[in-house]
């Protein structure tokens, strides 16, 4: 494409040749295009529905309440439920494309963001949403957005046959290479390092990284250090170390976008 002033023709800034290619390239109906609605649609309806939420427990007298028909509390995971159902038959049977593809991606990520933004219900199978092990749910949230990202970004789990010198491999070189991968991030799983085994998925040298350091404590391997203290003690410094340097922007950062977790009231007994 060019531009041209008069008669003289010239090529356009580099922002906006950018610009113009980024756009150009825009297929309706492609993957990537479905991804970014999917995670639209997740990263939208999870602050709205925690913005929702919030003005609900500050009892706002002009916004909602929670639905109750019967004195039943519907919680909105179950609309989030109903809404993946929905969306997931309608693009597994009739496969849409175009403005019906991007508006199922959308209604999907928005299902995933009300079913996981009470992933803590379900896992504790009791409502904390605002206390401590209700985080778990925002955690949930982001490690989705974040595996979403890192598709767009180009990258794809155990997908080493891309690589230039393994896509020369025999089949059987390229499986051994994707269960190592796996298992390394499953090692990174039980050691508790959630983000480094996400990421050691799309990158295998990350989750090699991973395995090979100490687990953290309270997590499923670290019950392998009871015979050995000296493992155990190492373990305890180095998240105490880790814990001091995250852990006061990760509570601002939690409470910014969750809300404080619930304090209990101390009332005096008569």
Same mark, same amino acid.
């Given at each position: 494409? !060019?531009? @041209? =002033?008069?008669?003289?023709?010239?090529?356009?800034? *580099?922002?906006?040749?950018? &610009?113009?290619? +980024?756009?150009?390239?825009?297929?309706?109906?492609?993957?990537?295009?479905?991804?970014?609605?999917?995670?639209?649609?997740?990263l939208?309806?999870?602050l709205?529905?925690?913005?929702?939420?919030?003005?609900?427990?500050?009892?706002?007298?002009?916004?909602?309440?929670?639905?109750?028909?019967?004195?039943?509390?519907?919680?909105?995971?179950?609309?989030?439920?109903?809404?993946?159902?929905?969306?997931?038959?309608?693009?597994?049977?009739t496969n849409?494309?175009?403005?019906?593809?991007?508006?199922?991606?959308?209604?999907?990520?928005g299902?995933?963001?009300?079913?996981?933004?009470?992933?803590?219900l379900?896992?504790?199978?009791?409502?904390?949403?605002?206390?401590?092990?209700? !985080?778990? @749910? =925002?955690?949930?949230?982001?490690?989705?957005i974040? *595996?979403?990202?890192?598709? &767009?970004?180009? +990258?794809?789990?155990?997908?080493?046959?891309?690589?230039?010198?393994?896509?020369?491999?025999g089949?059987?070189?390229?499986?051994?290479?994707?269960?190592?991968?796996?298992?390394?991030?499953?090692?990174?799983?039980?050691?508790?390092?959630?983000?480094?085994?996400?990421?050691?998925?799309?990158?295998?040298?990350?989750?090699?990284?991973?395995?090979?350091?100490?687990?953290?404590?309270?997590?499923?391997?670290?019950?392998r250090?009871r015979?050995?203290?000296?493992?155990?003690?190492r373990?305890?410094?180095?998240?105490?170390?880790e814990?001091?340097?995250?852990?006061?922007?990760?509570?601002?950062?939690f409470?910014?976008?969750?809300?404080?977790p619930?304090?209990?009231?101390?009332?005096k007994?008569?």
């Amino acid at each position: 494409m !060019r531009y @041209s =002033v008069g008669n003289a023709p010239s090529h356009p800034p *580099a922002p906006m040749a950018s &610009l113009i290619s +980024l756009f150009g390239s825009f297929q309706p109906d492609s993957s990537r295009n479905h991804l970014i609605a999917f995670t639209l649609g997740l990263l939208i309806t999870f602050l709205g529905i925690r913005a929702n939420t919030r003005l609900i427990r500050a009892n706002v007298r002009f916004w909602f309440h929670d639905i109750k028909p019967g004195g039943l509390h519907i919680h909105h995971m179950v609309v989030g439920v109903v809404v993946m159902v929905i969306s997931g038959l309608v693009t597994i049977a009739t496969n849409p494309q175009g403005f019906w593809g991007i508006a199922t991606a959308v209604a999907f990520g928005g299902g995933v963001a009300l079913t996981l933004d009470e992933f803590a219900l379900i896992l504790h199978l009791e409502n904390v949403y605002w206390h401590d092990q209700g !985080r778990v @749910s =925002v955690d949930a949230v982001i490690v989705t957005i974040a *595996a979403a990202l890192l598709f &767009l970004g180009g +990258l794809q789990p155990f997908n080493v046959a891309d690589a230039s010198p393994l896509g020369r491999l025999g089949g059987w070189v390229i499986t051994v290479l994707v269960v190592i991968n796996v298992t390394l991030a499953v090692v990174c799983f039980l050691k508790g390092k959630l983000w480094t085994g996400l990421l050691g998925c799309f990158v295998p040298i990350v989750a090699l990284v991973g395995a090979t350091r100490l687990a953290r404590p309270g997590s499923p391997w670290s019950r392998r250090y009871r015979d050995n203290p000296v493992k155990r003690e190492r373990a305890e410094r180095r998240d105490q170390r880790e814990a001091a340097m995250v852990r006061a922007w990760r509570v601002s950062f939690f409470d910014l976008i969750a809300g404080k977790p619930h304090i209990p009231r101390i009332t005096k007994r008569v």
